[in-house]
């Protein structure tokens, strides 16, 4: 059994991947913004050198999984402030105590990092080819990385990092800064306009199937790595909005096409062979399943028929 801190663990990833962590039998606590009533929960901003403080005073802990972090492109732009204070400080932040203390490290970093890049993504292609991250989100994940790397060479801390793809599913209330599939969804749902952006492909991962891959980074831990945590499957947007729209019983009269959205990669298709082969990724559920999964649990959070 591990002592494991998940930041972020209130999260759409953290909240399922605290559950499975806790099925494994190991001993689990949380940090994230909100009060809770969870006995192993301690409020916390990692932006806040102090908060943490007193975590790693409290607890030695074998693992830490960083989730903790503003998210998304749109997100990113209007509210920079919050996106630059929790990923690049709140990062940093988290890699002194591992130097002071020594635990091993699970940094969610994300898809967004390979930017333009117009082929395959697989991990050591950053390091391989100059690659321009596209916005402020993409732009403080890879800081992230880097931080890290830093670490590494300064310290010896030992990490993992992992580059999720468009993970989706049951458990992710909307907002307008939410993912595509969750947007699709939600508005979808209560008849809402939304638009398709024809010209774009992604790789997208049901949410059962990134928990299962991530739980598994305890049991093989290889310090240095990096995980494209991602399905097999790559489908065009105008597919993805087709699946949803068959899942609600609606017609796309509300739905207007274009081809392309700026500052905005085009093609997200994955090479997920290092996680398949050290954290049994695989895709059990595939995308029309899980889009119909997701429209079947909004309509019982929201209470839309």
């Not at 635990?103 to 292609?125: A, N, P, Q």
């Not at 399905?231 to 509300?254: C, F, G, M, P, Q």
């Amino acid at each position: 059994m591990s002592k494991i801190l998940v930041t972020g663990g209130l999260g759409v990833v953290g909240t399922p991947l605290v559950e499975k962590l806790r099925s494994c039998g190991n001993e689990v606590w949380v940090c994230d913004l909100p009060h809770n009533h969870h006995p192993n929960y301690i409020r916390c901003d990692i932006s806040q050198y102090r908060q943490l403080e007193r975590i790693f005073e409290m607890h030695q802990f074998d693992y830490v999984y960083n989730l903790a972090a503003e998210f998304g492109r749109w997100n990113g732009e209007d509210f920079y402030e919050k996106v630059w204070m929790s990923n690049a400080i709140g990062t940093k932040n988290i890699l002194r105590f591992q130097e002071k203390y020594g635990f091993r490290l699970i940094h969610f970093s994300s898809s967004e990092v390979y930017g333009d890049y117009d082929d395959i993504m697989y991990e050591r292609i950053l390091d391989e080819k100059p690659i321009k991250q596209m916005n402020d989100y993409a732009i403080s994940k890879w800081v992230n990385e880097m931080q890290i790397h830093n670490s590494e060479l300064m310290f010896d801390t030992k990490t993992v990092r992992v580059r999720l793809f468009n993970t989706y599913g049951p458990g992710e209330y909307y907002s307008p800064y939410r993912s595509v599939i969750c947007m699709f969804c939600y508005r979808a749902l209560h008849n809402m306009p939304y638009t398709v952006y024809t010209g774009h492909h992604r790789t997208n991962t049901y949410i059962d199937d990134c928990i299962n891959a991530l739980a598994n980074i305890c049991t093989n831990f290889k310090p240095g790595e990096v995980y494209n945590i991602a399905s097999s499957e790559y489908y065009d947007i105008r597919t993805i909005s087709d699946y949803v729209l068959k899942a609600a019983n609606k017609t796309d009269a509300l739905v207007s096409y274009k081809e392309h959205e700026k500052q905005t990669t085009i093609d997200k298709k994955v090479d997920n062979t290092k996680a398949v082969r050290d954290l049994g990724m695989k895709t059990t559920v595939d995308l029309e399943q899980g889009i119909a999964k997701t429209v079947e649990w909004m309509r019982r959070v929201y209470d839309v028929q």
